[in-house]
């Protein structure tokens, strides 16, 4: 298996603009997550789905933010309109049966200017 | 509501020492416990997990990890240090129940020097 797949590995973008960034868990991986990492806050949880269905996303930091998970197979993660504050590096993981291990894509590196 | 604290955002040692990397949960419920290793540039790696069985668990690269609920610590080690073991390391804890998530601590950065 490929493992968890990401894209794109960076983007630069103006702020004001939207970013997409978009998630392929692992085939037959029925959980997935959103994590963003900081120097400042470390790993946070975003949000994450069980069975494409969103079951927490009290992580989310704003209403800028927003996941979307319309099959098992995808997953994407929409910040509009970004800020200079929302750069970081954003991962997506995916767990075969929930409340086990994730296992994490290589990650987004987001800079906002 | 679970939570890891990681003592020591940062631990240096000679090559061919001791490892130890602390961490320590808090839980209402037992928990499952789990240690990743992150690289420059890369994602988050699994090292080690405790799934309320051994309570000494082995992992990849010569790391291993006791559970020790009296404690409520959950520390790593490994034997002898290799300039490869250089990483960002971190703790993290989730709930032994469907519709969890894990939460890290906030990592502790082992530099090895030679």
């Known amino acids: 298996d490929a493992g968890v797949i990401q894209s794109p590995r960076h983007e630069v973008t103006e702020m004001g603009q939207e970013v997409t960034l978009r998630c392929k868990p692992i085939?037959?991986?029925?959980?997935l997550f959103w994590y963003r990492q900081t120097m400042m806050r470390g790993l946070e949880l975003l949000i994450y789905?069980?069975?494409?269905?969103?079951?927490?996303d009290s992580g989310m930091p704003e209403d800028r933010f927003s996941a979307k998970m319309p099959n098992a197979s995808f997953s994407t993660l929409k910040i509009q309109p970004s800020e200079p504050r929302d750069s970081a590096v954003y991962f997506c993981?995916?767990?075969?049966?929930?409340?086990?291990?994730?296992?994490f894509g290589q990650g987004t590196r987001l800079t906002v200017v | 509501a679970q939570s890891v604290t990681q003592l020591g955002s940062h631990v240096s040692v000679s090559e061919g020492a001791l490892v130890l990397l602390r961490c320590n949960y808090s839980s209402s419920v037992p928990p499952y416990l789990f240690w990743y290793v992150q690289y420059p540039n890369q994602g988050l790696q699994l090292l080690l997990k405790y799934t309320s069985a051994a309570t000494l668990v082995k992992g990849i690269n010569g790391f291993e990890a006791e559970f020790k609920k009296s404690e409520t610590s959950f520390h790593l080690t490994k034997p002898s240090a290799h300039m490869s073991d250089a990483a960002e390391y971190f703790c993290?804890?989730?709930?032994?129940?469907?519709?969890?998530?894990?939460?890290f601590g906030k990592g502790t950065t082992l530099s090895v020097s030679s």
């Open positions: 085939s037959g991986h029925n959980s």
């Open positions: 993290a804890v989730i709930h032994n129940q469907a519709g969890t998530a894990l939460i």
């Open positions: 789905f069980n069975n494409n269905v969103p079951i927490d």
């Open positions: 993981a995916s767990s075969p049966v929930s409340g086990t291990e994730a296992f």
